[in-house]
């Protein structure tokens, strides 16, 4: 990440790519960039996560299992997966929830058509759907900053 020049614009395709990227994308089996930092600072807001900056630890609290069993996640603490583990952004360099509760969170969102892929791997998109439970589950207004140009999300239910 630190090694690796950034790779130089050519065309609208790849600035608008290299936008959606950065906004909101998928890290493995959970949500990352803007739309991920912002997931994860909300919920330590809340009290679901605590992330003790001093050893880069974020954990799941009493408040947020209670909140992740209200949304119908399985947390398993025997399984080899953590339930929550700090997942470093490459592009807003900081953390963004990762484990058990960074997958459960991006499948859900997937499932209530909150965020749908879009159509250059790894791209997220936010439906409007999606931007109204953002505000009412997480106070987030999105887009976070300018709306990206190009691909838009599709309407969710």
Known sequence: MGLAPIAPVRSLKSATRQAQLKAARTCYDHLAGQLGTALTDAMVDRG????DATYDVLALTPDGARQAQAWGWAMD????????????DWSERRYHVAGQVGRSLAQWMFAQEWIVRGTAPRVVLVTEDGRHALETWFGLSWPLSERVSGEQPVSGR
């Open 48 to 51: 679901w996560l605590t992330f």
């Open 77 to 88: 603490l025997h399984h080899r997966t953590p339930l929550v583990r700090p997942c470093l």
